[in-house]
């Protein structure tokens, strides 16, 4: 396969995971249950300018069939490369789009905002007045434009309070970083008590504290952490002058980083190798193993099940009474045995 892509999750929604649907190279969905809410998060990755036309409306129809088979009371994110440039403003299109695009269109942009209108969803990253450094998700040379956009469905809108473009952050060569902030309206559920151990942070208000906490901490990283902090400033720097001195400056910072991350993965490899040699390296082996095989798992754990109609119960009680139900029917079916 040509393409790819991913979503990322912060390791304490893992377990929230409730099904994952990979639909091609260049599509894929997850579906989340947070706190009663239904989010589903979609990944895309649209045919570049210079692709046929076929494979462009392949990539949209998937795109279709994707958002389509969600209940519409399930909240929709969708995060994407389209490829595509919807202009500034929004005359025509003000149900689906807001004013602060980027001075560009193209055909592919209007297929962007057309599967908008037909989604009924909304381009997020237009609605937020910003600087166009904020606006900008792609930078080549001396070619600067907005192809990464962010949607979600124009009811949920209000629920966005932010959507930019995070400077010197960059997740991909010449792609940058593009987020958003939401708040979702959710119901609070009682949390079991569970005893867990404080990390006493307001001890480092004292400098003292402070300054130990920092000098343990650079002596177990090492020097990797000072080396990046300056390959970002370094960035920084290259993207606001785009002089060839910072240009080269920042070179010699990233592959001096990799170097050092390469030797720092090398020692500590060396290290888990020669523990995993002792008794007690052994349960760690073991312990590596059954973590392997969980993380390999996209479903971590299977906390909801769907009624009849397909809609997804989340609440303890309704997932009961739906199993006890199947149970019911299982059990109490006649089935017609054949007659010897």
Same mark, same amino acid.
Request: with cysteine.
């Given at each position: ?36 809410? *239904?989010?589903?998060?979609?990944? $895309? ?38 490829? $595509? ?7 025509? %299109?003000?149900?689906? *789009? ?9 055909? /592919? ?64 060569? +010449? ?32 400098? /003292? ?31 606001m002058d785009r002089t060839e001195e910072?240009? +080269? ?43 392997? %095989?969980? %993380? ?23 997932? +009961? ?20």
């Amino acid at each position: 396969k040509r393409n790819g892509v991913g979503v990322v999750l912060k390791e304490e929604f893992v377990r929230n995971v409730l099904e994952v649907n990979r639909v091609s190279d260049r599509v894929m969905s997850l579906k989340l249950e947070i706190e009663g809410v *239904m989010l589903n998060v979609v990944s $895309g990755y649209a045919p570049q300018v210079g692709c046929e036309l076929d494979e462009k409306e392949r990539f949209l129809s998937e795109l279709d069939e994707v958002i389509e088979s969600i209940p519409k009371g399930e909240r929709v994110v969708i995060g994407a490369d389209f490829n $595509g440039h919807v202009d500034e403003g929004n005359r025509g %299109d003000e149900e689906v *789009m807001g004013k602060f695009g980027v001075k560009e269109w193209n055909l /592919e942009g209007q297929m962007v905002v057309d599967f908008a209108k037909r989604m009924d969803m909304a381009v997020v990253n237009t609605y937020f007045q910003k600087r166009e450094e904020h606006r900008v998700t792609y930078k080549s040379g001396g070619r600067r434009t907005q192809v990464d956009y962010i949607l979600c469905r124009r009811g949920n809108l209000k629920e966005i309070s932010d959507c930019k473009v995070v400077v010197g952050e960059s997740a991909a060569r +010449q792609h940058r970083m593009v987020v958003c902030r939401i708040t979702l309206m959710v119901c609070k559920k009682k949390k079991r008590s569970e005893i867990e151990k404080k990390t006493k942070w307001w001890k480092l208000k004292k400098e /003292e504290c402070c300054e130990e906490f920092r000098q343990k901490l650079r002596q177990a990283l090492g020097g990797q952490v000072d080396t990046i902090q300056r390959k970002r400033l370094a960035k920084k720097k290259w993207d606001m002058d785009r002089t060839e001195e910072s240009r +080269q400056e920042y070179k010699e910072l990233q592959c001096r980083v990799k170097r050092e991350v390469s030797k720092a993965k090398q020692n500590a490899y060396d290290e888990l190798y020669t523990r995993l040699d002792t008794r007690e390296g052994e349960k760690d082996l073991y312990r590596l193993a059954r973590q392997r %095989d969980r %993380d390999g798992k996209d479903v971590q754990q299977v906390r909801v099940i769907k009624d009849r109609d397909g809609r997804v119960l989340t609440s303890e009680e309704s997932v +009961q009474r739906r199993w006890k139900e199947y149970f019911e029917e299982l059990m109490n079916e006649e089935n017609e045995r054949e007659k010897e």
